[in-house]
Structures are given as C-alpha cells and as structure tokens.
C-alpha cells in the first residue's frame, strides 16, 4: 500500500469540526449543518476534483527532503510536511494517523520559507544518497524524471501555500 501526502485548505467550520471531532462516533455535529455523517466531509475533502487540496502523492516524503534536508523531522515551518510533532495534532484518523493542522500565521510562515529555500540547497538535497534512499525512489535509481517531478510538486506546493497564506486560511497536512 503506498502513501501519499495531501494538503487541504480548510474554513473555520472544517476546522472547529476537526478540533472538536470524538473518535468512534458515526456522526459529528455541525454547528451550521445539523449532523454530517464524518466520511462527507473527509471523503470531499480527498476527493480528486477538490480544488481546495494539493495532492503530494507519493513524493512527500522528497518534498520533504528537498525542504528540511531530513527523512521526517527537521525544525519549525519548513518540517511541515513529514514532522509529525510539527503542527497541531487532530483526533481524526485520515489514513497513516492523525492529520495536522496549521492556522493561518503558520501557513503564512510555511509559504515564507518554502519561498526562502536557496536553488542552491535544493540541488544539493537533488543529488544526495539519502534523497535515494526515500520512497518511491528505495527500489530504483532516482532518474532526471523523477527529480523533475519532485521539483514541479515542490513548485506546485509553494504556490499551494502562498495562496492559502493570502487568503489566510488554515490548513491539513494528510497522509492518505
């Protein structure tokens, strides 16, 4: 089974419902909705015409790479895809465990570093043994496609982010 990342931009009600979420129940209240069976919403949010979600498939873990230089940890708003103790933690089991979320402030510092990665550092993280030794890439050589594509989800996540900065909403950082 593999994994892959996905990022959503979320309204305060999502948010309030993902705080407030109580495993184990069939059924969450919506202050403004009534009751919503929970795979509504979730199953809305990972669905593949959301224009509100990024889709890292199955290069979070090298995006993540590429932005801290480390398998999954890493400091401050640059971990923010991989760090699980970066973010808050929602009750909410999505796939590989809870999700995370970040409020507007921290997405706008996310957006801000991702935007201050130097190109230099980048090629650098492109070319390490440790980049290979990552999935997709663990059971095959890492090809020029392959680093291509890693740099055109990195380039797709920054303008993800930067926009969900401007319009200051918060978001969820998924493994599904």
């Given at each position: 089974?593999?994994?892959?990342?996905?990022?959503?931009?979320?309204?305060?009600?999502?948010?309030?419902?993902?705080?407030?979420?109580?495993?184990?129940?069939?059924?969450?209240?919506?202050?403004?909705?009534?009751?919503?069976?929970?795979?509504?919403?979730?199953?809305?949010?990972?669905?593949?015409?959301?224009?509100?979600?990024?889709?890292?498939?199955?290069?979070?873990?090298?995006?993540?790479?590429?932005?801290?230089?480390?398998?999954?940890?890493?400091?401050?708003?640059?971990?923010?895809?991989?760090?699980?103790?970066?973010?808050?933690?929602?009750?909410?089991?999505?796939?590989?465990?809870?999700?995370?979320?970040?409020?507007s402030?921290?997405?706008?510092?996310?957006?801000?570093?991702?935007?201050?990665?130097?190109?230099?550092?980048?090629?650098?993280?492109?070319?390490s043994?440790?980049?290979?030794?990552?999935?997709?890439?663990?059971?095959?050589?890492?090809?020029?496609?392959?680093?291509?594509?890693?740099?055109?989800?990195?380039?797709?996540?920054?303008?993800?982010?930067?926009?969900?900065?401007?319009?200051?909403?918060?978001v969820?950082?998924?493994?599904?």
């Open positions: 089974m593999s994994m892959n990342g996905v990022i959503v931009r979320l309204t305060e009600s999502d948010l309030a419902w993902l705080r407030n979420y109580t495993p184990g129940r069939t059924d969450q209240s919506d202050d403004e909705s009534g009751v919503r069976p929970s795979g509504d919403r979730t199953e809305a949010w990972f669905s593949a015409d959301n224009p509100n979600a990024y889709e890292l498939e199955e290069a979070f873990a090298g995006v993540h790479f590429l932005l801290t230089g480390s398998h999954s940890g890493g400091d401050g708003p640059p971990s923010f895809v991989a760090n699980a103790a970066y973010g808050e933690s929602v009750p909410y089991d999505l796939g590989f465990g809870p999700g995370r979320v970040f409020e402030p921290a997405v706008g510092a996310i957006a801000d570093s991702i935007e201050s990665l130097s190109a230099k550092a980048v090629r650098q993280r492109l070319e043994d440790e980049l290979r030794s990552l999935h997709p890439f663990a059971q095959r050589p890492l090809e020029d496609d392959d680093k291509e594509w890693l740099l055109a989800v990195l380039q797709g996540l920054m303008t993800f982010m930067r926009r969900a900065a401007t319009d200051g909403v918060p969820l950082v998924a493994v599904v």
